[in-house]
């Protein structure tokens, strides 16, 4: 079993529409990543998490330490939205660290 | 645009020979990490540089080396490739801190034939 689940794996929307992407850790964590994929491969960081919540735009995301849990949510969406959103984490520890990637959610919105 | 720059964008090779990327890290940074991603899947760590010291690994055979150079650029070697290695190879760079955001490149597309 993956140290980081995402659900749904894939997901389809219509424009305009509400989405919520799920995220579930097993590990003690520092710092919990929400990255955005596009295809061709390049990597965006969209938010990094310690606690509560955090808003950037049309993206939300909130995290539940005590629940290992984390949520991003996207208001109105956008064909532009389309993409993979991965969520990462950080294990706590001093020093080096391993971080630790969930599988991805596909997001496909349609106009 | 993060400021991170890997070469080459594609790549192929043959099965046993070896291969070199390379990662330009953003300015100011002093750690870079490399992750390899196969298709459909969320990036693995290989490992981790800080000041030209390899600084956490991730579960990867020793035929997967790096360095870390004074200007903190980094280079990812691969010795006797194997098809599997065929992935989308990542690299991002940080500051030490931990909770400091990563900025990744574009990524270097290997295919091992």
């Known amino acids: 079993k993956n140290e980081v689940e995402q659900s749904p794996q894939n997901l389809t929307a219509q424009e305009g529409e509400f989405i919520t992407i799920n995220c579930s850790y097993s590990?003690?964590?520092?710092?919990l990543h929400w990255l955005q994929q596009h295809p061709g491969g390049g990597i965006v960081s969209l938010f990094m998490?310690?606690?509560g919540k955090k808003k950037h735009g049309r993206l939300i995301a909130t995290i539940n330490i005590q629940e290992k849990h984390s949520s991003l949510h996207i208001t109105a969406s956008h064909p532009r939205d389309s993409a993979v959103y991965i969520c990462?984490?950080?294990?706590?520890?001093?020093?080096?660290?391993?971080?630790?990637f969930g599988r991805g959610t596909s997001l496909i919105v349609h106009p | 645009e993060t400021g991170v720059t890997q070469s080459p964008t594609h790549l192929i090779k043959t099965r046993g020979q070896q291969v070199t990327l390379r990662c330009s890290s953003q300015?100011?940074?002093?750690?870079v990490s490399w992750y390899q991603q196969a298709l459909g899947q969320g990036p693995q760590f290989i490992f981790q540089?800080?000041?030209?010291?390899?600084?956490g690994r991730g579960n990867f055979p020793p035929r997967f080396s790096g360095l870390q150079f004074p200007n903190y650029s980094s280079e990812l070697n691969v010795n006797a490739l194997e098809l599997d290695d065929s992935a989308l190879y990542l690299c991002?760079?940080?500051?030490?801190?931990?909770?400091?955001?990563?900025?990744f490149g574009q990524g270097t597309r290997l295919t091992v034939v």
């Open positions: 991002a760079s940080s500051l030490r801190q931990e909770n400091t955001e990563a900025f």
């Open positions: 590990v003690g964590i520092s710092a």
């Open positions: 998490l310690s606690s």
């Open positions: 990462a984490v950080r294990a706590i520890s001093g020093g080096s660290y391993i971080p630790t």
């Open positions: 300015s100011g940074h002093n750690t």
């Open positions: 540089y800080y000041r030209e010291e390899e600084n």
